[in-house]
């Protein structure tokens, strides 16, 4: 059982910055792939990154290629997003996941864990 917390989230204007952060409980965090997604009102959950076990490979979503970057320190079991020239649409609870497939990946079904999400609110 992985349990995992997302923090820094908070209310930004339209342009500005926020970094995510994601503790994940286990000593072995640096097995899982991880993963960002993310919901916003009144629409399905969505894939945003995803980061492999020693951060070798990363993928994003077109929407936030170029703003957004993953990152993960695997001493502190911790993954980021850095999260760069904010836009309105990019409004959501966001949620990072833990995945114990191995290969990175942008579908739900790949990610065994999740955590409970953090607000980002970007204001025109």
């Known amino acids: 059982q992985v349990q995992l917390v997302e923090s820094g989230g908070g209310l930004v204007q339209a342009g500005g910055s926020l970094r995510l952060s994601c503790a994940a409980s286990r000593r072995t965090f640096s097995n899982y792939v991880m993963g960002w997604f993310r919901q916003a009102p009144g629409k399905e959950r969505e894939f945003v990154a995803t980061?492999?076990?020693?951060?070798?490979?990363?993928y994003y979503a077109d929407s936030v290629k170029g703003r957004f970057t993953i990152s993960r320190d695997n001493a502190k079991n911790t993954v980021y997003l850095q999260m760069n020239s904010l836009k309105p649409e990019d409004t959501a609870v966001y949620y990072c996941?833990?995945?114990?497939?191995?290969?990175?990946?942008?579908?739900?079904?790949?990610?065994?864990?999740w955590g409970q999400g953090t607000q980002v609110t970007v204001s025109s």
């Open positions: 980061i492999s076990w020693n951060g070798g490979r990363t």
């Open positions: 996941a833990a995945g114990e497939g191995g290969a990175v990946s942008s579908r739900f079904s790949d990610y065994d864990y």
